[in-house]
């Protein structure tokens, strides 16, 4: 009787969104200033009046342009500002939000919610008017990466003013996730494909990166994800349309940007459409 209500236990847990696809963190570990950064706290609000945080690192310098930066599912900007500390100092602002349940932000973390809270922070960005007038780009890793994906192929706003999406360690499917971390365990193994059958199915990557283009897509995935297997950015790349690039690293997930050859990427996907956009004779409305 325990086993059967232990198995019950995780199939609801594998198949919550709060449970797998989101782990948020109360509290910060620690400020950009310790990192050696200038920084503004950002309140704004979702659409549905729920209160979000966020920081925004001003360029070290003449602005090349701005990083809408969007983190995995676990902790909170505290912690995954080391993947972009070091744009301002290349000439990026960077703006690093936290989604309902994370770290200062009000609400509890789940599906819509989370789009909710990225549009506020398009919005808010495109008022700024040292952003409004340089490439945008929207950076997503892990769960943020999924989030991007869907998020700039079916926001009319984002596709209008991004200059390029940039997407390292996103999944294939929500259930393809459950399925890959039930398979993980001898408790779960057996309830994988049930567990799928419970997930949320409307927001899959797959089925909407196609309708990024004629936006810029670089998707990057290491043959080391033991997270999120190589094998779904592969697919990801393959049910894309071009323009696209695709990097293949080696590391560890979320370890993309300790790298130096890594950086170097993405900062030349940065001004070759930085480039681009400004050739353009007019940014978009």
Known sequence: MAQI????????????????????????????????????????????????????????????G???????????????????????????????????????????????????????GLQWLLEQ?????????LLGQSLGASLAIYFAATDEQARQHLSGVVSDAAFTRYRDIVRHVAAGSWLTWLFQYPASWMVVKQYDPIDYIARITPLPLLLIHSRDDKVIPYQYGERLYQAAASPKQFLETRGLHGGTFNEAANRAVLLSFFEKNRKEVLASPLLPD
């Open 5 to 64: 209500a232990i198995s019950v236990f995780l199939i609801v847990m594998l198949a919550s969104c709060s449970g797998i696809f989101f782990y948020p963190y109360r509290g910060h570990l620690q400020t950009p200033d310790r990192l050696g950064l200038a920084y503004e706290n950002i309140y704004l609000k979702a659409a549905d009046g729920v209160q979000l945080h966020a920081w925004f690192l001003p360029a070290a310098g003449p602005a090349r």
């Open 66 to 120: 701005t990083v809408y930066f969007l983190h995995g599912n676990a902790e909170n900007i505290s912690t995954h500002i080391y993947s972009v500390r070091w744009l301002p100092d290349e000439g990026y602002n960077v703006l690093l939000l936290d989604y309902r349940g994370y770290g200062l932000s009000e609400g509890e973390a789940a599906l819509p919610g989370a789009l909710w809270d990225i549009k506020a």
């Open 129 to 137: 008017r040292n952003v409004a007038d340089k490439p945008l780009y």
